[in-house]
């Protein structure tokens, strides 16, 4: 009995101490602060990004810019401004980047988490997750310098720069997070259905991909859709290896620039501040906010859509 006064008064005393008192009272202070600042962080991008596009569409229409093809900010005589060109590289390229990560990614992550042991799942999946460490201007210059003339011998024709290319690295590129993300979504699948599956005499690849794979394709569709965020927002692969011709086709061996690349190509210098070449990278800039925030919203509706509980 003496023991638990003991420890009530030492408690009580602890409380009554005004150092104590004043850090617990500051601590919720600093938390509220720390999340309040990406909050704060969030409505500047979206203030200065919508300012400057009303001011680009002042000068621009909304039928120019969402509608024609022809993009052409510094002609000194008679400038064009439309998104489709850039739009056209941008949703090219990610198309290439997911036909090559999706694949490759979903089948890693059905290795690492049905077949793969304990011991080579600590090894392998350490290996595939340094792609994810590679600065992205070394894929860009790995695209130009290895992965372009290497296609060049299967496709005469191809472009020095062009859209497969860079579509192929950023495709390596984000292997990592579809692998990873639905290597996650894949363990969190209880082994009793596993093994209730495996016990009616189904293989080990029918209980892969007809009980784990349903089961986890909430998280499997949103490491898709984050993946191709990923994708479309990659700038320096693009803009080292896509070019910065403003093309508006469907042929993927030729040079086409992305809304990423548009961007660096006008903030480098090219377009005096204040001209409409350069209010033209913010509208540029909200197209691919709105872009990148639909995917993501789209993502976490099939997430919470579909999600299953165990």
Excluded at 19 to 47: N, Q
Excluded at 94 to 110: D, E, K, W, Y
Excluded at 251 to 275: F, K, L, N, P, R
């Amino acid at each position: 009995m003496s023991e638990r006064l003991n420890v009530k008064e030492a408690i009580q005393a602890k409380r009554k101490n005004n150092k104590s008192v004043f850090v617990e009272k500051m601590v919720p202070v600093i938390l509220f602060l720390a999340a309040f600042i990406s909050i704060i962080t969030t409505i500047g991008i979206v203030g200065t990004l919508t300012y400057e596009t009303i001011l680009f569409f002042r000068e621009v229409s909304f039928t120019e810019f969402f509608t024609t093809t022809d993009l052409s900010p510094l002609n000194p005589t008679d400038p064009k401004f439309s998104i489709l060109p850039l739009l056209m590289g941008t949703v090219m390229s990610s198309l290439i980047a997911m036909f090559v990560a999706i694949p490759i990614g979903l089948t890693t992550a059905v290795y690492l988490s049905e077949y793969a042991s304990s011991n080579s799942r600590k090894v392998l999946k350490p290996m595939i997750e340094v792609l994810a460490g590679i600065p992205t201007i070394v894929y860009g210059f790995f695209a130009f310098t290895f992965v372009t003339p290497v296609l060049q011998e299967v496709i005469p024709i191809l472009d020095r720069t062009n859209v497969l290319s860079p579509g192929i690295v950023m495709g390596i590129m984000i292997i990592p997070m579809v692998a990873s993300l639905s290597e996650d979504a894949m363990n969190s699948v209880p082994n009793s259905m596993r093994e209730g599956a495996l016990a009616l005499g189904a293989t080990p690849l029918e209980v892969a991909f007809r009980v784990v794979i349903p089961a986890a394709i909430s998280g499997i569709i949103a490491s898709f859709v984050l993946g191709i965020s990923r994708a479309i927002g990659e700038t320096m692969i693009v803009t080292i290896a896509s070019g910065s011709t403003k093309n508006f086709t469907f042929d993927v061996t030729q040079s086409m620039q992305t809304m990423t690349a548009y961007i660096v190509e006008v903030t480098s210098g090219d377009a005096g501040a204040g001209t409409t070449a350069y209010f033209s990278l913010y509208a540029v800039g909200m197209t691919l906010f709105v872009f990148t925030l639909l995917m993501n919203m789209f993502a976490t509706y099939i997430t919470r859509r579909f999600r299953e509980v165990y």
